[in-house]
């Protein structure tokens, strides 16, 4: 067994991914600790300790799989999220790249390479994107045209919210998310009684149906992405049934092997037969 191949089972064995987990889990906590004054004060040294080991871990880590893995590492996506985020960690986060350091916390997201159940949510989420652009342009369209019509027939009336298209394009954005829409309403209302009309309309619109098809599509995609327990079951019976056909395809592999050797022993030629025939008359009549 070479070298790669014994650092490839070390890596792909099941107790490694989980120390991996654990190590990603407490540098997570530790740099979230560092954010704290008075933690840093008793355990700064500590936390700086564990977060360069962790960081060692990882580069190894990395190192290791590049090593067993070779140009097969850089096919999957997954080993670049990961490379890249340790490359991050590894720049000086010094100068002008001091920003660099509240990038530290982006080693948690390892976690999502590291997990498979993640990867599978994140690799549906992936799938949605072309369904959700759809569904985005839908309602850019539908918020374009109420910020429109809510200029003309508010800009005069409430100013302060409507009186140009950027401005209006933020408040119905604001309605959109449910922050502070009732008073905003009620402001237009006071001077427009029937503009609760309007307001219902476009909540019903760009809130209900236009948030609800995102959950749609979006639930979609992780339903395709992860088979039900029925489909797991349908597929395994299906394997079980290729079990069975390929050990019956080789028994009847074996009658056929059989029937061919006993018809190549051909039985005994005519004229032996007459001779054998012919020396037993001979032997009687003596």
Same mark, same amino acid.
């Given at each position: 067994?070479?070298?790669?191949?014994?650092?490839?089972?070390?890596?792909?064995?099941?107790?490694?991914?989980?120390?991996?987990?654990?190590?990603?889990? &407490?540098?997570?906590?530790?740099?979230?600790?560092?954010?704290?004054?008075?933690?840093?004060?008793?355990?700064?040294?500590?936390?700086?300790?564990?977060?360069? &080991?962790?960081?060692?871990?990882?580069?190894?880590?990395?190192?290791?799989?590049?090593?067993?893995?070779?140009?097969?590492?850089?096919?999957? *996506?997954?080993?670049?999220?990961?490379?890249? &985020?340790?490359?991050?960690?590894?720049?000086?986060?010094?100068?002008?790249? +001091?920003?660099?350091?509240?990038?530290?916390?982006?080693?948690?997201?390892?976690?999502?390479?590291?997990? *498979?159940?993640?990867?599978?949510?994140?690799?549906?989420?992936?799938?949605?994107?072309?369904?959700?652009?759809? &569904?985005?342009?839908?309602?850019?369209?539908?918020?374009?045209?109420?910020?429109?019509?809510?200029?003309?027939?508010?800009?005069?009336?409430?100013?302060?919210?409507?009186?140009?298209? *950027?401005? +209006?394009?933020?408040?119905?954005?604001?309605?959109?998310?449910?922050?502070?829409?009732?008073?905003?309403?009620?402001?237009?209302?006071?001077?427009?009684?029937?503009?609760?009309?309007?307001?219902?309309?476009?909540?019903?619109?760009?809130?209900?149906?236009?948030?609800?098809?995102?959950?749609?599509?979006?639930?979609?995609?992780?339903?395709?992405?992860?088979?039900?327990?029925?489909?797991?079951?349908?597929?395994?019976?299906?394997?079980?049934?290729?079990?069975?056909?390929?050990?019956?395809?080789?028994?009847?592999?074996?009658?056929?092997?059989?029937?061919?050797? +006993?018809?190549?022993?051909?039985?005994? +030629?005519?004229?032996?037969?007459?001779?054998?025939?012919?020396?037993?008359?001979?032997?009687?009549?003596?």
């Amino acid at each position: 067994m070479s070298g790669q191949e014994r650092v490839r089972i070390v890596l792909e064995n099941r107790l490694t991914q989980r120390a991996i987990i654990v190590v990603i889990l &407490i540098n997570a906590v530790t740099i979230g600790m560092e954010t704290s004054a008075h933690l840093m004060d008793r355990a700064g040294g500590l936390l700086h300790a564990v977060d360069r &080991i962790a960081l060692a871990i990882f580069t190894v880590e990395i190192a290791a799989r590049l090593y067993a893995y070779r140009r097969a590492f850089w096919s999957d *996506p997954w080993n670049w999220f990961d490379t890249v &985020i340790v490359a991050i960690a590894l720049v000086p986060a010094s100068g002008p790249l +001091s920003v660099l350091r509240a990038l530290r916390i982006l080693r948690a997201l390892r976690l999502i390479s590291a997990v *498979p159940s993640m990867r599978r949510v994140v690799g549906a989420l992936l799938t949605a994107v072309p369904g959700m652009a759809s &569904i985005i342009g839908l309602l850019v369209l539908m918020i374009y045209i109420a910020a429109v019509v809510a200029t003309k027939l508010f800009g005069d009336i409430v100013p302060e919210r409507f009186d140009e298209l *950027p401005r +209006s394009l933020f408040t119905l954005f604001q309605i959109m998310t449910g922050d502070d829409w009732g008073n905003v309403a009620q402001e237009v209302m006071a001077h427009k009684p029937w503009a609760w009309i309007f307001f219902i309309a476009y909540i019903l619109m760009s809130t209900f149906v236009a948030l609800n098809l995102f959950i749609a599509v979006v639930v979609n995609a992780m339903n395709d992405a992860e088979p039900s327990p029925a489909e797991t079951q349908a597929q395994a019976e299906l394997e079980t049934v290729k079990q069975e056909l390929a050990a019956v395809n080789a028994k009847l592999d074996q009658l056929l092997m059989r029937q061919t050797s +006993s018809a190549a022993v051909s039985p005994a +030629s005519p004229s032996t037969t007459s001779q054998s025939a012919a020396n037993g008359r001979k032997d009687l009549t003596t």
